[in-house]
């Protein structure tokens, strides 16, 4: 049976980091590993040629930090999936590469198997945001600067926008409104056509600075 691989760029600056995150992946076959570089510029330079499916970006690096990489690279690379790979939760750097355009974040002292799981979870756009950093985008946005948007939503695609913007798995969504994951999976892509965004970071951006969350009295988990 063939395998759909996921083509996996690492960018990190350490020898020992970058050898432990390959040894990782390689104990999933659905993902490669099609090039290691050290810092942002070099991943700029590689993105040209080879454009992978997935990279794996640290934040403190010489040359080109993570940061400013991930927003060079989804500036030219829109579709391409970039996860954040650090050794702290530093709630302020997570934030900003999100706000640049990275999907998600994994620390780096996880377990093998959660990252392998947490990157299939991207992959399959279904990976939520944690309910922190959900947090700090509802506290930096001030919903009154910007226009309702005009976008017609149902009831239950309110629901489930509410659920995402909570960081709620797609499972956890299934649970708390009684629908299958399927339904949810659906009705996030009609969501996402809807409002002509990629997937569910940008949805909870929008969401959140649109207004369109205006009810925060519904159940939380």
């Known amino acids: 049976m063939n ?3 996921t083509r996996v760029l690492i960018v990190d ?3 020992h980091a970058r050898e432990a995150i390959e040894v990782i992946l390689s104990m999933d076959v659905s993902f490669e590993v099609i090039g290691v ?3 942002g510029q070099e991943a700029i330079d590689f993105m ?7 990279i794996l970006m640290d934040i403190q690096m010489p040359v080109m930090n993570g940061l400013e990489a991930t927003s060079r690279i989804k500036q030219i690379f829109p579709y391409v999936k970039i996860v954040m790979i ?3 939760d530093d709630m302020l750097h997570l934030l900003e590469a999100i706000k640049r355009g990275a999907q998600g974040y994994l620390l780096k002292n996880l377990e093998p198997s959660t990252w392998l799981e947490y990157l299939h979870s991207i992959i399959n756009e279904e990976a939520p945001l944690s309910r922190d950093v959900a947090y ?3 506290k930096e ?3 009154k600067e910007y226009k309702q948007t005009e976008v017609k939503l149902t009831t239950r695609e309110l629901d489930i926008l509410y659920g995402v913007a909570s960081g709620w798995t797609n499972k956890e969504i299934a649970s708390q409104y009684e629908i299958s994951e399927y339904t949810v999976k659906n009705h996030m892509k009609n969501i996402l056509q809807k409002l002509q965004l990629q997937n569910r970071v940008q949805l909870t951006r929008y969401a959140l600075e649109q207004g369109l969350i205006q009810d925060m009295n519904r159940p939380h988990l």
Do not use: A, M, Y
């Open 37 to 39: 570089v050290t810092n």
């Open 48 to 54: 040209d040629k080879w454009l992978p499916d997935l």
């Open 13 to 15: 600056d350490h020898e």
């Open 3 to 5: 395998v759909t691989k």
């Open 86 to 88: 650090t050794v702290s």
């Open 141 to 143: 946005v001030n919903v």
């Open 136 to 138: 700090q985008i509802l």
